[in-house]
């Protein structure tokens, strides 16, 4: 069936190096992705969102890339920081808000 | 803006009552809310979705009489675990959207709910 996925369960970097996270998504249909951030004992955090109509976009030090033709999604990471500690999700609007297993990352100091 | 908090923010409670976890949007009207439950190192599990006004919709495997949720106003859902058992206890996670502001949903801090 349509799935979102994450294609590794974790990532470590060491700090102040770039971090990459991939999604894979198999709903062609979706026009809207968004990145989340979830810390330990907390809820998920809005991170970056893109539609279709685009692939890439920038925020603060983040970076969403999306590549339609292979349905897939990154989220790129400049100068990971120890804060950027977390388990991140991505979401697509045709799978409204089931999530993935996620991807933690761990960044050593 | 766009501020989600959940209440109680962690609940011990007995095998067998019933414990009642409040969604509330801020600051913005929450057209519909939607309830997960997150066991640890696992990812977020959808549960229902509500929107004001009307019966949630449950996901498959959700049994809508133990998990009974309310979404009576724009800025209130309520998720009861009845009669509680040691296997509910999980992380209990809160969305809101509001179809003005788009697609994203905002998320509470969650409840952690330990059943003894």
């Known amino acids: 069936g349509e799935s979102v996925g994450l294609h590794l369960p974790t990532l470590s970097v060491q700090e102040g190096d770039n971090s990459i996270i991939n999604c894979a998504y198999s709903?062609?249909?979706?026009?809207?992705f968004i990145w989340y951030k979830q810390e330990s004992g907390k809820g998920p955090q809005f991170i970056i969102d893109i539609r279709s109509n685009m692939d890439k976009r920038q925020g603060q030090r983040v970076t969403v890339l999306l590549n339609k033709t292979v349905k897939h999604l990154s989220l790129q990471i400049a100068a990971t920081q120890p804060g950027d500690s977390a388990v991140y999700f991505c979401?697509?609007?045709?799978?409204?808000?089931?999530f993935g297993a996620g991807t933690r990352l761990t960044v050593k100091p | 803006g766009a501020v989600v908090s959940q209440h109680p923010s962690w609940v011990i409670c007995k095998s067998g009552t019933s414990v009642k976890i409040e969604c509330r949007s801020l600051?913005?009207?929450?057209?519909?809310m939607f309830w997960y439950r997150q066991f640890p190192k696992q990812s977020l599990m959808l549960m229902a979705t509500?929107?004001?006004?009307?019966?949630?919709?449950?996901e498959q495997g959700v049994e809508k009489d133990k998990f009974l949720i309310n979404h009576a106003s724009l800025t209130l859902s309520t998720l009861t675990v009845t009669s509680a058992h040691p296997e509910d206890s999980s992380f209990y996670i809160c969305?809101?959207?509001?179809?003005?502001?788009?697609?994203?949903?905002?998320f509470g801090p969650g409840t952690r709910l330990l059943v003894l």
């Open positions: 969305s809101a959207r509001d179809w003005a502001m788009g697609w994203t949903q905002y």
């Open positions: 600051d913005f009207q929450a057209t519909t």
């Open positions: 709903n062609s249909a979706s026009d809207y």
């Open positions: 509500s929107n004001e006004g009307s019966k949630a919709t449950y």
């Open positions: 979401a697509e609007s045709a799978n409204d808000m089931r």
